[in-house]
């Protein structure tokens, strides 16, 4: 696989975990309990990294509109209120430079992807710049909003400290955002990495990468709070090491004494843990199944078509290193049946 390739797959995998379902507004973790408590690894390896390349090479970028000489004010549009942020003067290290802020604003978007909840294109005469900066881990980020209709979208562009605005990338594409809740971004490409949350002035923002075991047994959460940098909650943070029920990273914010969960919260970067070299011939079922059953996991029956079910009966909630262990132990059990 290429690097192209595994860039694709990598933001695949990254929209997967933290896609909200239209109906339900409700949290990674509520997605996630349900992936965990029912696995599903369809046998099709094949097939879904054509689709990967199918969707690599439609995902272009925009042809830039004309530098505006300055940052256009926010736009007065009919229907719901903007959200707080895009109202507000913007934030960060760089956000007293009036000319790159403008370069900034214009950078190109990718068109709206599939499943996105939006499919008209942005309205760029209300692109707006509401963060950028250079964050610590030898970042630079810039964060756009911009109207849809009646709705409003999100783009986050990223690059090394000190790049100019046309070496910047999406760092995760275009997204629909509440008027109402906060965002948040973070790099977790290494063990520790930036994290920024965008929400309104005086709100503070808690951070817990893991829940982890204590030498009594229990299960214990150390909980930070970001320290606020220019003008937002911002941190060099530890990475998540597992994603699944209740051992995912946890993140909230604090406003007049009300603790509530963030549900946005979008990521850039392929973890060090992550496997990012996948097979093109899918494995071997009947393979699949033993290893799984001499691992203590349950596989049920399911079509030839669907691929392998399996859950893991064992009781007891687990620390998020525990359930990384899981999550490997099964990956290992797919990747070690693939016939050479």
């Known amino acids: 696989m290429t690097d192209a390739e595994q860039d694709v797959r990598a933001r695949l995998t990254r ?8 109906e339900d507004a409700g949290t990674l973790d509520r997605v996630l309990d349900v992936a965990r408590s029912r696995r599903l690894r369809a046998l099709c390896w094949l097939a879904a990294a054509v689709a990967v390349l199918v969707l690599g090479t439609t995902a272009t970028l925009a042809r830039p509109d004309p530098v505006p000489a300055v940052q256009a004010a926010p736009a007065t549009r009919t229907g719901p209120p903007p959200p707080a942020v895009y109202d507000q003067p913007p934030r960060g290290s760089l956000a007293g430079d009036p000319a790159l802020v403008a370069e900034l604003a214009a950078l190109p978007w ?43 979208v ?51 923002a808690e951070y817990s ?9 229990s299960l214990v959460r150390d909980v930070v709070t970001l320290p606020e ?27 007049d004494g009300a603790r509530t969960s963030v549900d946005l919260l979008l990521t850039t970067g392929t973890p060090p843990w992550a496997r990012t070299q996948f097979p093109t011939s899918p494995p071997d079922r009947a393979a699949v199944a033993e290893c799984l059953v001499a691992n203590g996991f349950t ?39 693939v016939p050479e």
């Open 15 to 22: 929209l997967a975990r933290q896609a909200r379902s239209p």
């Open 110 to 152: 990718s068109a709206p992807p599939s499943g996105s909840g939006y499919s008209r294109p942005f309205d760029p005469a209300t692109r707006r710049v509401v963060y950028a900066a250079d964050v610590p881990g030898g970042h630079r980020w810039a964060v756009v909003m911009a109207g849809n209709g009646s709705q409003w």
């Open 154 to 204: 999100l783009n986050w562009f990223a690059g090394p400290s000190g790049a100019a605005p046309a070496d910047l990338t999406e760092a995760f594409g275009p997204v629909q955002v509440s008027a109402a809740d906060p965002v948040a971004l973070m790099d977790v490409s290494a063990d520790t990495g930036p994290l920024v949350v965008l929400t309104d002035p005086g709100v503070t």
């Open 209 to 217: 990468a893991t829940l982890d075991r204590a030498p009594d047994g």
């Open 229 to 255: 940098v220019d003008g937002v909650p911002l941190g060099l943070v530890r990475g998540p090491v597992a994603y699944g029920p209740g051992t995912s990273p946890e993140l909230h914010v604090r406003r």
């Open 299 to 337: 596989v049920e029956a399911a079509p030839p078509s669907a691929g392998v079910y399996y859950e893991d009966p064992r009781t007891g909630d687990l620390s998020s290193a525990e359930q990384a262990d899981r999550d490997r132990t099964s990956e290992d059990c797919f990747l070690g049946a």
